[in-house]
């Protein structure tokens, strides 16, 4: 890992105000790594910017504004001379619907945050990666298990996530001459705000067959400990892409 003066490698978490995002800032922070933490509430990142083990700061941003995004990160390799990790986790489910009540707004929501601001961000750093010397850098895009295998009622999320591969791939292709390194990591049933509800002892999920059972889940901070364990990579050794689920989730396989 480069550094950068007295701070040391440089990682900016989008969407770090809670779940994922809060639980990867937190265990990268104790790997050394100074903290950028990205998201839209200046409460909840001060919050997560307290847990932290070495120094950070808060950056106030919707991903989903694009001119916002791309001139925030901009700023900040500018700022603090380089950026060597983006985990790239900003995200959004939206309402479960069937597709045949799915408005365009809903859809573009779920567009604009989970693909569009993904893109965005992406971009900037693989700017900044590149221009920077030494040259080079980590994305990591936080994908899902619905980028192989959707849920019912979730087709914008679904596209979105299938998306991210690609963008994931593209990221990867025109990276390597720039000692840029792209990985997608897919999760399942990290037990987050967002999956509230499915849970075991829980109302459940709906399920491919029409009913509603509740699902296995697995702590978040497993999703942080595969997250450190990509970013521990040299440059020259990429993860393209890695599932970590919850063992017993209605995934692999039928039902």
Known sequence: MASVGSVGP?????????????????????????????????????TVQRELSGPGQVLVLDVAAPAAAAAAIADLAATLGRIDLLVNNAGTFGRSTPIEEVSESAWRDVIDTNLTGAFLCAQAAFIAMKNQRPQGGRIINIGSVSAHTPRPQAIAYTASKHAITGLTKA?????????????????????????????VGDHGALQADGSTRPEPTMDVSEVATAIVAMAALPLSTNIATMTIMATAMPFVGRG
């Open 171 to 199: 990221l990867s292709l025109e990276g390597r001459e720039f000692s840029i390194a792209c990985g997608q990591l897919d999760i399942g049933n990290a037990a987050t705000a967002l999956l509230t509800g499915i849970g």
């Open 10 to 46: 440089v990682a900016v978490v989008t969407g770090a105000g809670s779940g994922i995002g809060q639980a990867a800032a937190i265990a990268l922070s104790a790997q050394g790594y100074y903290l950028v933490l990205a998201g839209r509430t200046a409460q909840t990142l001060a």
